[in-house]
């Protein structure tokens, strides 16, 4: 069952801008602490930017002053805009969840991941 989905990818020439956003499912009852995470081909999957319940924010020095993260509680969805795009962001980007499942009458802990978007940066 897929619980995030991704959105927002795409292709973009360098020092373009791109907005990712990642909504969660109707089994989802409240988004947590949440986050993006990148992998480009050969590499480690890595860390990008965090946010926490109350709106605190964590990025990689990589994407720091080029990147934001934000959050819609009411839509349980998350946001990450990019903007001054470079190369070196190629990567599919997954969205990730600490979030709080419904599956009838039981409610439960769970992270989850979403199935990535792909974001090519090219001249």
């Known amino acids: 069952q897929v619980h995030l989905v991704e959105s927002g990818g795409g292709l973009v020439q360098p020092g373009g801008s791109l907005r990712l956003s990642c909504a969660a499912s109707?089994?989802?009852?409240?988004?947590?602490?949440s986050g993006w995470y990148r992998q480009a081909p050969g590499k480690e999957r890595e860390l990008v930017a965090t946010i926490t319940n109350g709106g605190t924010t964590n990025y990689n020095d990589s994407v720091k002053g080029r990147f934001t993260i934000s959050r819609d509680n009411a839509k349980k969805t998350v946001y990450l805009q990019m903007n001054s795009l470079k190369p070196e962001d190629t990567a599919v980007y997954y969205c990730?969840?600490?979030?709080?499942?419904?599956?009838?009458?039981?409610?439960?802990?769970?992270?989850?991941w979403g199935q990535g978007t792909q974001v090519t940066v090219s001249s």
């Open positions: 109707r089994s989802v009852v409240m988004i947590n602490h």
């Open positions: 990730n969840a600490a979030a709080t499942l419904v599956e009838g009458d039981i409610a439960y802990e769970k992270t989850i």
